[in-house]
């Protein structure tokens, strides 16, 4: 039978709906970002956790609506049950559900971190193992994709996210918000090596990330000097050129630590939309004979296709949730 599933994502500053059926294909996706944290300068869970309920009804209808379907065509629901900001969370896991408890369909309950690991599956039909470098704001890791809930993870930051260290830096730097899209755009026009960084980790056994030193070097070459633009650029491309070190370092420590050989390098996560980084890295996974895959930028960021395609893949599986199940704050992918 085919399977078509509703996905509900609402573990942070998103509220988003998706409808994807076995065939990958994505029948329609609503997404609300809230804009109402702006003025706190990062995202306040309350205010998270309400405006999900504000607008989940009318993103649902609005989803069936676009792919022209009614609930009676939808054979099962799935939504995230963590990790993130946990009011969030159980609004989107009660609405699902609710949802599948009205139209007696099967439930399944999705970690946002699989959602992000198995999105590539859906655009680029990547096959199992995989190696995935999941970098945005809120994660940092790599990750070993053996099969739908099977995974090995290989390293973690320590403190800072990567995608949180480019926003650090940009915030120091003048630029804005979201620092990631500016730092890229101002290191175009930079030279990489006129600002001295740190490479945390380099050379290190392992595959763990550090960011936070970089985010305190740039805070001390400003201090030293005036923010002329040349020296923005300088700073943007010298953080940029240290980031990128670090992440091919790490990229090729865990390509050697795989006993089974991936079949690709997929990147996720805001930070995949970055062009140079991106190219960086897939100089490692060419030397490792591997395509490195990223899904579009859209689906890179929180979105609800992740959740439904994870559905997919988990409900084809026969992987059900009971409905008393709970939700999580944390809930690592793998140990
Ligand atoms: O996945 P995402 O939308 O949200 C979460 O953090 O979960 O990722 C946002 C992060 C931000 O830190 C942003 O600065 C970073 O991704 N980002 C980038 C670029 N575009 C977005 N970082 C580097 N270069 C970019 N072009
Ligand atoms: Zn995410």
Same mark, same amino acid.
């Given at each position: 039978m085919a399977i078509? &599933?509703?996905?509900?994502?609402?573990?942070?500053?998103?509220?988003? &709906?998706?409808? /994807?059926?076995?065939?990958?294909?994505?029948?329609?996706?609503? $997404?609300?970002?809230? =804009?109402?944290?702006?003025?706190? @300068?990062?995202?306040?869970?309350?205010?998270?956790?309400?405006?999900?309920?504000?607008?989940?009804? @009318? $993103? &649902?209808?609005?989803? $069936?609506?676009?792919?022209?379907? =009614?609930?009676?065509? /939808?054979? @099962? &629901?799935?939504? =995230?049950c963590g990790p993130g900001l946990i009011g969030g969370v159980m609004v989107g896991a009660m609405f699902a559900k609710a949802l599948a408890a009205a139209k007696h369909l099967p439930f399944a309950a999705i970690n946002h971190l699989e959602a992000h690991a198995l999105t590539a599956r859906l655009t680029n039909d990547v096959a199992f193992p995989f190696l995935l470098l999941l970098v945005s704001g809120g994660h940092c890791q790599i990750l070993l994709a053996k099969g739908v809930g099977e995974y090995q993870l290989l390293g973690s930051t320590i403190d800072d996210a990567v995608g949180e260290c480019f926003d650090k830096a940009a915030k120091i730097l003048g630029l804005g918000y979201p620092g990631g899209p500016a730092i890229e755009a101002a290191a175009k026009a930079g030279n990489p090596s006129a600002v001295p960084l740190p490479r945390p980790l380099l050379g290190r056994a392992g595959c763990d990330f550090s960011f936070s030193g970089l985010k305190t070097a740039i805070r001390q070459a400003v201090e030293q000097r005036s923010l002329t633009p040349a020296f923005v650029h300088d700073c943007a491309a010298s953080l940029q050129a240290a980031i990128g070190d670090c992440l091919c370092d790490r990229i090729q420590n865990a390509f050697d630590m795989c006993e089974i050989p991936p079949v690709a390098l997929v990147i996720a996560g805001g930070v995949a939309a970055n062009q140079a980084l991106k190219a960086r890295v897939t100089a490692v996974a060419s030397q490792h004979a591997v395509p490195c895959l990223s899904p579009p930028v859209e689906l890179c960021t929180d979105n609800g296709v992740m959740v439904a395609w994870a559905g997919v893949e988990r409900l084809r599986l026969g992987l059900v949730d009971d409905l008393d199940c709970h939700v999580r704050p944390r809930w690592p992918l793998a140990g």
């Open positions: 078509t &599933v509703l996905g509900i994502e609402t573990s942070c500053d998103e509220t988003a &709906v998706a409808l /994807v059926n076995d065939k990958r294909q994505i029948l329609s996706h609503a $997404l609300a970002s809230q =804009t109402a944290h702006r003025a706190y @300068g990062g995202v306040v869970p309350e205010i998270a956790a309400r405006a999900h309920l504000q607008s989940l009804e @009318g $993103l &649902v209808r609005q989803a $069936l609506e676009e792919a022209r379907l =009614t609930l009676d065509d /939808v054979t @099962g &629901v799935a939504a =995230t």
